[in-house]
């Protein structure tokens, strides 16, 4: 049970450490792989895991913990960078529908209606046709996908604040829409855009895996745990690390940021 309102909750320790491992391991990768990700050795194709090769060898004789360390950029940029731009133009849509009602009002909520009717995947796979598979695939379907989720939240939590007193002597002083969405209302917002930026964080990383491993996001040379996933199913008897290891970490990028999402519910909440 937890006591107070302690930000360092069990939920959020294990949620730190389990990002904190992600999150340097990627920053290796930047600076330091034991061999190139990219350089096959046929000599040397599905070699267990040992000292010369931590996470051992892939079907090609690439180095596993290489290509580990290189995806896992391509997997938190593809996330970060996508529910950015998801949360930015949403949250942006909710606090102006949520002020100006009526007219506006509606035609946010209908946008909302048709683009939540569209899942990720399937906007994917939409855009893969007019474009060529790639980051802009997941970019562009992962932001689109989340800006319905961050505009219903704005409206409803607006319209909450919308009638406290304080905003109604903001606009009795003069203040303008303007101010009052960005200086009064957006602040009291943090909470709950946290939590639902940590929430759709982990699921746009499952998004990007997945299509990825559906051919449609990155694609070779360049390594991402999803392609790892779909370029190593055919030896899974053989090589089952090749596998396990990417599912890991994907796996436990997702659980980390659901761990932190969940502790800052508890924390508001509790």
């Known amino acids: 049970m937890i006591k107070g309102n302690s930000f360092m909750t069990k939920r959020n320790v294990w949620g730190i450490i389990a990002i904190g491992l992600v999150m340097f391991m990627t920053l290796l990768g930047y600076f330091y792989t034991p061999y190139d990700p990219s350089q096959t050795a046929v000599l040397s194709r599905l070699q267990p895991p040992s000292l010369q090769h931590p996470f051992g060898t892939d079907h090609f004789g690439r180095d596993i913990f290489s290509r580990v360390l290189v995806g896992g950029r391509v997997s938190l940029f593809c996330g970060l960078a996508s529910v950015s731009m998801g949360a930015a133009v949403g949250v942006f849509l909710g606090l102006w529908s949520g002020f100006q009602g009526g007219f506006w009002d509606e035609v946010s909520m209908r946008l909302s209606d048709g683009l939540q009717a569209l899942p990720a995947i399937l906007l994917a796979l939409l855009l893969a046709t007019v474009w060529q598979p790639g980051v802009a695939v997941i970019l562009w379907s992962v932001a689109i996908g989340n800006v319905p989720i961050f505009l219903r939240l704005t409206r409803t939590q607006t319209l909450k604040i919308k009638a406290q007193p304080y905003l109604e002597a903001s606009r009795a002083l003069g203040a303008s829409d303007f101010r009052m969405m960005f200086c009064h209302t957006l602040p009291n917002l943090k909470d709950a855009l946290l939590v639902q930026f940590s929430l759709s ?70």
């Open 201 to 270: 964080l982990a699921g746009a990383i499952l998004v990007e895996a997945s299509l990825s491993y559906l051919g449609v996001g990155i694609q070779p040379p360049q390594p991402s745990w999803g392609r790892m996933l779909r370029d190593a199913q055919s030896f899974a008897s053989l090589a089952p690390w090749a596998v396990l290891i990417p599912g890991f970490f994907i796996a436990l990028t997702i659980i980390g940021f659901n761990l932190l999402g969940d502790s800052w519910i508890h924390r508001r909440y509790r």
